[in-house]
């Protein structure tokens, strides 16, 4: 137990704040600990609160008399129904429990007060700086407005967004019998409701729509009186007909709260002055609690107050992350939930279910096998077979699964040839199941390679090896389907091996670059590019064009046209990287232009049974860059021209990019143009567990699923996924040679005696 940590101000008397007073006081009696709270101790904003399982083990361990409190308190329930279009889609298994905010509080202030602690209603906190100087530790639980994150924000260093949609908290006085979904599609816009039971006669209503539609439906006129009673009317079915009451209810537009440091000398930020995550994946009073409990638990572990501030910081960001970036995507899917609403009924229901990517496939079955089975049934998947497995014909090209080998340079070519290397590389992915495997970028010219060891597709040497690499897929692995990435490296050539240092330009032997416009790929390192003129526009067109014809002869299946990650066609696309004033720079349709005339020549040499894909960068992940607005326009513009699908990433194209990592984060960008414009999509990036690949496809998020470093951990990726779902049917078969292999090896003994006898 840290020494010292005898005096104890806790700013905000919500449940994050008194919980966090309640566990440091059980700890240590004799501490002294205060909360400030301005408003009276029945004030309260909000209606319902939600805690999970995992939550309420934590209170459990942590303090059982507050854990029974709850217990008697709470209302669960299993299910959840989504309505849409007067159609209801129930899913079962989901496991909640509620109980009124209110009484929440009741029971804390309840222990506060049986502990001993100070509770100090009506009465505004001295600043933290003030209570810093007398007491050991000040606890700041005073909200997304936190006072005391911004009168420390330069060593806290919060980050506020604020989002599309405007909501508002409501309450019903009668109790939903699940947590309902309904979509109520208005003259002015979709609208959606909220709502779940938190105790036996009433339940929390939230109304959401996004901003345009929130005006254009006059709420931004109306009294909170008027919006109750109009949102009641829109809703009335799912009401009842009843009425909906406010309690300081008001319109909000949510706000993500991010800060780079959660403490400050002796005072800590906990729930939504640390920071915030949407409302519809149920996080805020959860994250709270679960931060009180952290902190507890590291002030009476740590040998002092810095370590200790240290420690909760440490455990506690990663989990606060991952929810924040679960409920980022079930934010943007809301926003964009009118994207969605011509899916079919369960795909619908689906796809909601599993917007933040913590429900997926795999745990909905668990959770309700009759409902995702319908799902799986309305997207065509033949009985037991996972959506993954399911074909996808383009144009005369049907690919017997989902899963795509993505794109991979090797840096491992001589003079653009393809080497045993790439036989063997390409070969063992081709023989792992995989309905399509894609070449690295394949260059069209020497001068638009990226380094010495990229290959290149413009000359007989190369064209040969390629058909050797080509001859062996459909060989020795019938049904794989292998298609050839064209590109053409602009300003970022001319560099060294990626593993010898990765976009530096070459000691020796560079060549010149060419781009859009002459800026170099990093102010003083890369060469400056020179700006094409008409003349090289039409060389390299040309170039293009004559590795088509190549690639014709070679006998891929399918081709794709590279214009992402900062390459030379995507330099044209991005307004970071094209300031040319001329017809082929400017508005969008103007930086188009070039990389459209490319397609077109190349897609004039390619025969038309055979499908051609666009790889493009959906952001920039820059100010002023590509946006996704912009990125459905292109992929709009390149299906008119007769791309059959679009594989969306993003990214790469200048250095100062700064992306949201994390799991299958590119995968809203593929979701977006699919939804938007209604055509197939390949959806790449941190794509890693077939049960995510299986979640994207039924959710309408992906017609194909590139995966890049899982094969190459695993060039089997596929036959494994398979094996591992117990499925064994022609979307996955494996080569007749390995067929010995396609169960998983026994481990050691696990059914050895167990002992009946213990003898002291």
Known sequence: MP???????????????????????????????????????????????????????????????????????????????????????????????????????????ERCRSLGVRLRFREQAPPAAELAATHDLVIAADGVHSATREAHADAFRPTVTTHRNRYIWLAAD?????????????????????????????????????????????????DTAASTERCAKIFADALGGRPLRSNHSSWLTFRTVVNAHWSHGGTVLIGDAAHTAHF?????????????????????????????????????????????????????????IGTYVDQAPRQFAFNLLTRSRRVTHDNLRLRDADFTAAVEEEF?????????????????????????????????????????????????????????????????????????????????????????????????APGTAIGIQLGHSGRKGSTKLMRDG????????????????????????????????????????????????????????????????????????????????DAYGGPLPNRLRFPLEVFDAVRAEWPDDRPMTVRISATDWADGGTTAEDAVEIARAFVAHGADAIDVSTGQVVPGERPEYGRSYQTPYADRIRNTLVVPVVAVGAISSWDDANSLLLAGRADLCALGRPHLYDPHWTLHAAADQGYAGPGAPWPVPYRAGSRRPPAGRTDAPKPRLTLG
Not at 393 to 399: A, I, N, S, W, Y
């Open 3 to 109: 020494s010292g940590t005898t005096r104890i101000a806790v700013i905000g008397g919500g449940p994050g704040g008194l919980y966090a007073a309640a566990l440091l006081k059980r700890l240590d009696p004799a501490r002294t600990v205060t909360v400030w709270e301005r408003n009276a101790p029945d004030d309260t904003f909000g209606f319902g609160v939600v805690l999970s399982d995992e939550t309420l083990g934590g209170i459990e361990h942590a303090d059982p008399v507050v854990y029974r409190a709850l217990q008697a308190e709470f209302v669960r329930w299993d299910d959840i129904d989504i309505i849409h279009r007067g159609r209801t889609q129930t899913s079962g298994g989901h496991g909640f429990a509620a109980l009124g905010r209110r009484r929440l509080l009741e029971i804390l202030q």
């Open 174 to 222: 009668f109790a939903l019998d699940a947590f309902r979904f309904e979509i109520a599609e208005t003259e002015h816009g979709v609208m959606q409701l909220h709502g779940y039971p938190f105790s036996a006669g009433a339940s929390t209503v939230i109304v959401e729509m996004r901003e345009e539609v929130w005006r254009a439906a006059g709420f931004g006129t109306m």
């Open 280 to 336: 519809s994946i149920g996080s805020g009073t959860k994250l709270a609690v679960e931060d009180a409990l952290a902190l507890a638990a590291c002030v009476e572990e740590q040998q002092d107050l810095p370590a200790a501030l240290t420690a909760y910081e440490t455990e506690r960001r990663p989990v606060v992350e991952s929810t924040q970036r679960a409920a980022a995507a079930s934010l943007r899917w809301f926003e964009e």
């Open 380 to 476: 065509g998947c033949a009985p037991g077979t996972p959506p993954m497995f399911t074909p996808l014909r383009l144009r005369g090209l049907e690919l017997r699964n989902r899963i795509v080998v993505s794109p991979m340079d090797m840096y491992s070519a001589v003079d653009g040839v393809p080497a045993d290397f790439h036989l063997v590389h390409l070969g063992a992915r081709a023989l792992g199941g995989a309905g399509l495997v894609m070449t690295e970028m394949v260059c069209v010219s020497p001068e638009g390679r990226i380094t010495p060891g990229c290959t290149g597709l413009y000359t007989p040497e190369q064209a040969a090896a390629w058909t050797r690499i080509t001859g062996f897929v459909h060989e020795s």
């Open 502 to 581: 990765i976009d530096q330009p070459l000691d020796t032997g560079n060549w010149p670059l060419s781009a859009a416009s002459p800026i170099p790929y990093e102010e003083g390192v890369n060469q400056v590019p020179h700006a094409l003129d008409r003349a090289g526009l039409d060389v390299i067109r040309a170039q293009f064009a004559a590795a088509a014809r190549h690639a014709v002869t070679c006998d891929f299946d399918l081709l794709e046209l590279h214009c992402a990650h900062g390459y030379l066609l995507s330099g044209f696309l991005s307004p970071l990287t094209n300031r040319r004033t």
